[in-house]
C-alpha cells in the first residue's frame, strides 16, 4: 500500500539554500529532495515513508551520510564546535565544550497535552510550546537532539485509535518557513501561545505510522552526528526511529532523511522478545551505529550505520533486585548504559560484557552520561532513598550516590546535561523539570507548568555530542 497524505504543510524548497555559501567553505552532502511543498506522510503496511516532496530512497550525494559527498547544500551553522579543524568558522562557538554558544535549549513533551516545550537552560525560560502532531496522533515522549539544534519528537500513539508520528522542528526561526508569504515567522514564543497543529511555521515535517499497524511506537529516537567536511554540524543529518510489530513479534527501524522525512533505510528485527513495548531507549555513536534496548530484559541491539547489519546481545539474567531495561544512554567511549530496578546496567561493546553497579531497590528510568564519566539516572519515589536521582562512575563502575533527594521531587522520568554540564530532571509527577548542579546536588532552578512530561531521551544535544567529541584527554 502506498502513501496517503493527512495534511499539507507547506515547506521551503529553498530556505536551507538561503543560508548561503559556508565559511566552512565545504558541502554537507545532503540533497533535499524537494521540488515543492511537503505532506505529512503515512506509512502503511508494507510500504516505506515518503513524501509529497521525493519518493524515499537516499538523498544524500553518495549514500553514506557521512557529509563527503557532491551535489548537497553548503552550509555555515553549527550548534557544536566538532573540535580541531573547523576554524572557529561555526556559529556556536564553544558549543558544548565552551561559554560561547548560540544558544541551548532543553526540548521536553508535555505527552497528554500532545505538545513539546522549548526551554532556555540558561534562563529556565520556556520560549516555545508546539502541537507535536495532528489529532490521529498521541503521546508525544522521545526528543532527539541534532548536532545543529533541530529536534525530533515522536509521538508513542499508545491511547486506543491513535497513531504514532515523528515531527521534526527547527531551533533557529531562520530555518522557519513563511507559510503564507506575509514577511513574517508565526511561531510559539511560549506556553501560552501553542499554535494550532499545520501553523507553526517551524514545524517542518511530519511522518504519521498507523498504531493499528505498528503497534506501540515510535520510541527510540536519534540523530546522526553528521558533519560537513568544514568541521560544522551539518543542517539534515539522518534520524534513526524504531518501532514494534507487536502482533509479529518485530522491531521495526527506519532512518529517515533529516530534510523531508523520507525513509532512507528499513531494518526488520524479527522475534524481538513478547513483551508488550519493544523496542524503547536508543543512541547512536560516533560511527552512526544505531543501539536500542528493548522494554523489560532487552534485547540490546546494534544496528551498522554502513552496513545496517543487526548485532544482536541478550539481556542477562536479572539480578535479584531487578526487574527491567528502560533508557538507554551511550558513555563517551561509545558503551551503552541501561535503566533497571535496583541496578545500573554497563555494557562493554568490546569485549561483550554486562556490568551490574547495585545501587539498592531504587527504580530507575531515565539516564544521561556527562563528560565527567558519571552516569546520571532518575530514581523513583518509590525506593528506599528518596525521590531524585542517582550516580553511577562508568570507569570504575562505582555507586557515587544511591540517590539524590530532590525537593519538590514527585514521580522523575528522564535526565539530560546541558550546556553548561548541569543536569536536567524531568519530572512527570511535579510537572516540572529540575536543573541540578553535578558537583553540590543542589537545585539551581525549576521549571514549572508542564503537563505531566514524559521524556528521557537525549533532549538537549549533549548525549550525541559527548559521542561525537568526546572530552580531550
Same mark, same amino acid.
Request: hydrophobic share 35%; with cysteine; glycine share 16%.
Given at each position: 500500500?502506498?502513501?496517503?497524505?493527512?495534511?499539507?504543510?507547506?515547506?521551503?524548497?529553498?530556505?536551507?539554500?538561503?543560508?548561503?555559501?559556508?565559511?566552512?567553505?565545504?558541502?554537507?552532502?545532503?540533497?533535499?529532495?524537494?521540488?515543492?511543498g511537503l505532506s505529512v506522510g503515512s506509512l502503511s503496511a508494507g510500504s516505506g515513508i515518503?513524501?509529497?516532496?521525493?519518493?524515499?530512497?537516499?538523498?544524500?550525494?553518495?549514500?553514506?551520510?557521512?557529509?563527503?559527498?557532491?551535489?548537497?547544500?553548503?552550509?555555515?551553522?553549527?550548534?557544536?564546535?566538532?573540535?580541531?579543524?573547523?576554524?572557529?568558522?561555526?556559529?556556536?562557538?564553544?558549543?558544548?565544550?565552551?561559554?560561547?554558544?548560540?544558544?541551548?535549549?532543553?526540548?521536553?513533551?508535555?505527552?497528554?497535552?500532545?505538545?513539546?516545550?522549548?526551554?532556555?537552560?540558561?534562563?529556565?525560560?520556556?520560549?516555545?510550546?508546539? *502541537?507535536?502532531?495532528?489529532?490521529?496522533?498521541?503521546?508525544?515522549?522521545?526528543?532527539?537532539?541534532?548536532?545543529?539544534?533541530?529536534?525530533?519528537?515522536?509521538?508513542?500513539?499508545?491511547?486506543?485509535?491513535?497513531?504514532?508520528?515523528?515531527?521534526?522542528?527547527?531551533?533557529?526561526?531562520?530555518?522557519?518557513?513563511?507559510?503564507?508569504?506575509?514577511?513574517?515567522?508565526?511561531?510559539?514564543?511560549?506556553?501560552?501561545?501553542?499554535?494550532?497543529?499545520?501553523?507553526?511555521?517551524?514545524?517542518?515535517?511530519?511522518?504519521?505510522?498507523?498504531?493499528?499497524?505498528?503497534?506501540?511506537?515510535?520510541?527510540?529516537?536519534?540523530?546522526?552526528?553528521?558533519?560537513?567536511?568544514?568541521?560544522?554540524?551539518?543542517?539534515?543529518?539522518?534520524?534513526?526511529?524504531?518501532?514494534?510489530?507487536? *502482533?509479529?513479534?518485530?522491531?521495526?527501524?527506519?532512518?529517515?532523511?533529516?530534510?523531508?522525512?523520507?525513509?532512507?533505510?528499513?531494518?526488520?528485527?524479527?522475534?524481538?522478545?513478547?513483551?508488550?513495548?519493544?523496542?524503547?531507549?536508543?543512541?547512536?555513536?560516533?560511527?552512526?551505529?544505531?543501539?536500542?534496548?528493548?522494554?523489560?530484559?532487552?534485547?540490546?541491539?546494534?544496528?551498522?550505520?554502513?552496513?545496517?547489519?543487526?548485532?544482536?546481545?541478550?539481556?542477562?539474567?536479572?539480578?535479584?533486585?531487578?526487574?527491567?531495561?528502560?533508557?538507554?544512554?551511550?558513555?563517551?567511549?561509545?558503551?551503552?548504559?541501561?535503566?533497571?530496578?535496583?541496578?545500573?546496567?554497563?555494557?562493554?561493546?568490546?569485549?561483550?560484557?554486562?556490568?551490574?553497579?547495585?545501587?539498592?531497590?531504587?527504580?530507575?528510568?531515565?539516564?544521561?552520561?556527562?563528560?565527567?564519566?558519571?552516569?546520571?539516572?532518575?530514581?523513583?519515589?518509590?525506593?528506599?532513598?528518596?525521590?531524585?536521582?542517582?550516580?553511577?562512575?562508568?570507569?570504575?563502575?562505582?555507586?557515587? *550516590?544511591?540517590?539524590?533527594?530532590?525537593?519538590?521531587?514527585?514521580?522523575?522520568?528522564?535526565?539530560?546535561?546541558?550546556?553548561?554540564?548541569y543536569v536536567w530532571v524531568v519530572d512527570q509527577g511535579a510537572n516540572a523539570a529540575f536543573?541540578?548542579?553535578?558537583?553540590?546536588?543542589?537545585?539551581?532552578?525549576?521549571?514549572?507548568?508542564?503537563?505531566?512530561?514524559?521524556?528521557?531521551?537525549?533532549?538537549?544535544? *549533549?548525549?550525541?555530542?559527548?559521542?561525537?567529541?568526546?572530552?580531550?584527554?
Open positions: 500500500m502506498g502513501l496517503h497524505s493527512t495534511r499539507s504543510v507547506l515547506m521551503r524548497t529553498a530556505a536551507v539554500l538561503a543560508l548561503g555559501v559556508a565559511a566552512c567553505g565545504e558541502d554537507d552532502g545532503r540533497d533535499n529532495g524537494q521540488t515543492g515518503t513524501s509529497a516532496g521525493g519518493t524515499g530512497g537516499n538523498s544524500s550525494a553518495d549514500g553514506d551520510g557521512d557529509g563527503d559527498g557532491s551535489g548537497g547544500i553548503k552550509v555555515d551553522v553549527g550548534f557544536y564546535d566538532l573540535g580541531p579543524g573547523n576554524g572557529g568558522d561555526c556559529p556556536g562557538g564553544g558549543g558544548m565544550m565552551g561559554d560561547d554558544v548560540e544558544f541551548s535549549f532543553i526540548w521536553i513533551a508535555n505527552s497528554p497535552a500532545g505538545t513539546v516545550s522549548k526551554i532556555d537552560t540558561r534562563t529556565g525560560v520556556e520560549v516555545g510550546r508546539y *502541537a507535536t502532531g495532528p489529532a490521529t496522533q498521541a503521546e508525544p515522549s522521545r526528543t532527539s537532539v541534532s548536532l545543529y539544534g533541530d529536534v525530533a519528537v515522536s509521538n508513542r500513539g499508545s491511547q486506543a485509535g491513535g497513531h504514532g508520528g515523528v515531527t521534526k522542528i527547527a531551533a533557529r526561526e531562520e530555518d522557519c518557513i513563511d507559510l503564507n508569504a506575509n514577511g513574517m515567522i508565526e511561531t510559539s514564543n511560549g506556553p501560552a501561545n501553542v499554535l494550532p497543529w499545520g501553523t507553526d511555521e517551524c514545524v517542518l515535517w511530519n511522518i504519521e505510522i498507523p498504531s493499528d499497524v505498528y503497534q506501540h511506537g515510535p520510541r527510540p529516537t536519534a540523530w546522526e552526528g553528521a558533519v560537513d567536511n568544514g568541521g560544522c554540524a551539518a543542517a539534515n543529518p539522518r534520524l534513526w526511529m524504531g518501532y514494534y510489530d507487536y *502482533a509479529n513479534n518485530t522491531g521495526k527501524f527506519r532512518r529517515l532523511d533529516g530534510a523531508t522525512g523520507n525513509t532512507l533505510d528499513e531494518v526488520d528485527v524479527p522475534a524481538w522478545n513478547g513483551l508488550d513495548y519493544g523496542p524503547y531507549g536508543g543512541a547512536v555513536n560516533k560511527d552512526g551505529d544505531f543501539f536500542v534496548i528493548g522494554w523489560q530484559l532487552g534485547p540490546l541491539i546494534r544496528i551498522d550505520g554502513d552496513t545496517l547489519q543487526v548485532d544482536r546481545w541478550a539481556f542477562p539474567q536479572p539480578p535479584q533486585d531487578m526487574s527491567w531495561s528502560y533508557g538507554m544512554s551511550l558513555d563517551q567511549y561509545g558503551n551503552p548504559w541501561v535503566a533497571s530496578a535496583g541496578a545500573a546496567a554497563g555494557f562493554d561493546v568490546a569485549s561483550q560484557q554486562w556490568t551490574f553497579v547495585h545501587t539498592g531497590n531504587q527504580s530507575m528510568r531515565g539516564v544521561m552520561v556527562d563528560k565527567e564519566d558519571r552516569a546520571w539516572y532518575a530514581v523513583d519515589a518509590s525506593g528506599a532513598f528518596g525521590c531524585g536521582l542517582g550516580v553511577v562512575d562508568v570507569n570504575t563502575k562505582q555507586l557515587l *550516590a544511591p540517590a539524590i533527594t530532590l525537593p519538590g521531587c514527585l514521580a522523575p522520568v528522564g535526565v539530560s546535561i546541558d550546556v553548561d554540564g536543573k541540578v548542579d553535578p558537583d553540590t546536588y543542589q537545585i539551581q532552578l525549576t521549571v514549572q507548568g508542564l503537563t505531566a512530561p514524559y521524556t528521557y531521551s537525549d533532549m538537549t544535544g *549533549a548525549g550525541l555530542n559527548l559521542v561525537v567529541n568526546p572530552p580531550a584527554g
